[in-house]
């Protein structure tokens, strides 16, 4: 019987949500938050399910999950998230109580890494931009040729050297390009230059890659002064969280041409987008796809579902 | 005085040529037969120029240099192209006459496989697509996301193993791709598995991407059948010229989903490129901007000049 499979409150949804019911229908019962308007205990109501009997999460980056809704739920006990960040739940919160974070850690760390060197390969070859001047998707004027654009010898500054920012670095290297990077701690173990400060890091780049999680140091670790010491040349590309970058000031230097360009896969205010860079033929927008393929649901699906049966046969 | 420099034909014109002109104005008098309608003979008689004092030609693709322009100018002994390729000029009529046909060489693989790997990267991960999508230049349709997108351990099969496939081979190794290719003959110096058939080399590629110089042995080299045996989830790459891919067949089967995508930039008619291929989201067009860019034009000058230097003084 369906109510004796364990409740899986389901907030968001994530973007696999669905993909993940369709491959464990009989495994969870699942309360499908997301599809109701009703706050949360309300919600349960309806589902007649008491709120101490939920002891999972599954949620996306578009649902907070405050300390409000966990203090509510007193036998929570994991929350999975089908992201690689986890900046939308309240990680106080869940220490206090003990509880577990599952998060799709470094496994796409590759398929990010794909997309900050697409993002930033289209900024300087201005593919996108050629693409609609080809397919006429734009009034006719005469294409104008990218300046200044060789990929190799580029100066890489990348903000987070984890597993993301390492195979970003690995990819670039095959382009010639030159590697530093800045994060919290120096990695003994590669030779790129290390910088302990943002600043001496952005002057001495010329394209910028956040590949850092969002915390509370790190929001707008790129601000208006990080981007003016990057300069009229420098690029940006953000596969990380779009906080990272105070985006304010990223729209005001694009328009003024005080940095030549931006590759955005996320943003401040997701789905919302400014509009000041819909004309912008320097800037390559992106739906925060970095990790948006089947491939990559299935993926998640199956390291979701391992992360909840660790959790409910331990 | 001016007309003591020496003559240098300017067909075509060349991308490149504003920049050579305001480079080294006082070097050549600049006989710009592509700014007349007239015939050449005529086009030189108006600049009071005898075709028999012409040395010295510069093009680029756009126009053909066929036998009957060459056995018209007795003199002719260099024919500049501001291309890497040289399939315009006609080479049986040079080689008869001993006239050195100048080109780029392979100065600029790495600027084309810059490009190649850009328009796979976009190809595969959507990145015009969800531009455009973000931007809101199509009409609003839910984002539909990429199926089976990883470049990693996809199988490239690239035709022509010269400078640019080689500089293409070694940034694709870098984001784990499995490189094979065909060309004349096997390269003793690389480990990439060698095909000395192309529809064998599709059969077992994801990815083919061209890399040859066009010629009557490699026109059509990716035919309707080559097309069928790379299959439905197959992509095509095309750097190198429009005609070595059957482009009619190329659009019919983008349209009939016998082949998952392409990104090309060249096309069998240049400027012209097939209407229907400007609907497909799964298709990324470049208007032949694999080397135009700022940098390369420049470098393109200097090595022109170079080669104008080197004969005239010879």
């Known amino acids: 019987m369906d109510s004796e499979l364990p409740p899986l409150l389901v907030l968001g949804p994530p973007a696999v949500f669905n993909i993940f019911k369709s491959q464990y229908p009989h495994k969870y019962r699942f309360l499908n938050a997301f599809s109701s308007d009703l706050p949360l205990l309300q919600f349960l109501q309806t589902q007649n399910t008491h709120p101490s009997s ?4 599954f949620c996306n980056q578009r649902q907070l999950v405050t300390a409000d809704i966990i203090r509510s739920l007193p036998s929570l006990g994991i929350i ?4 690689v960040g986890y900046d939308h739940i309240d990680t106080t919160e869940c220490r206090r109580r003990g509880i577990q974070i599952a998060t799709l850690g ?12 697409a993002l930033l390969i289209d900024v300087i070859f201005k593919i996108s931009a050629g693409d609609r001047f080809v397919k006429k998707l734009v009034p006719f004027k005469p294409w104008s040729f990218p300046s200044d654009s060789k990929l190799g010898g580029k100066r890489i500054g990348i903000i987070g050297l984890g597993r993301i920012g ?11 390009c030159i590697i530093m ?7 003994p173990s ?14 001495d780049s010329d394209v910028l890659v956040l590949c850092c999680p969002l915390t509370e140091q ?5 601000n208006k002064e990080v981007m003016l010491a990057l300069g009229k040349d420098g690029i940006i590309v953000n596969i990380g969280r779009g906080a990272l970058v105070d985006e304010n000031e990223l729209v005001q230097c694009l328009m003024k041409g005080e940095i030549r360009g931006a590759g955005l896969d996320v943003f401040e205010n997701e789905p919302y987008v400014p509009k000041e860079l819909f004309s912008l033929d320097n800037v390559v927008l992106s739906p925060h796809a970095a990790a948006l393929t089947l ?3 299935m993926d998640s699906c199956r390291h979701v579902a391992k992360s909840l049966d660790a959790f409910f046969s331990s």
């Open 80 to 83: 999975a998230t089908s992201t």
């Open 218 to 222: 790190t929001k707008y670790i790129v």
């Open 181 to 187: 990077y800045h994060s919290r701690n120096k990695n």
């Open 295 to 297: 491939d990559c649901f």
């Open 54 to 57: 939920v002891r999972a999460i």
């Open 190 to 203: 590669v030779s790129y230059t290390f910088y302990s400060n943002v600043l001496d890091l952005a002057s």
């Open 106 to 117: 470094s496994q796409f760390a590759a398929d990010v890494a794909d997309m900050a060197v």
């Open 166 to 176: 390492a195979e970003v670095a690995k990819r670039l290297e095959a382009f010639d």
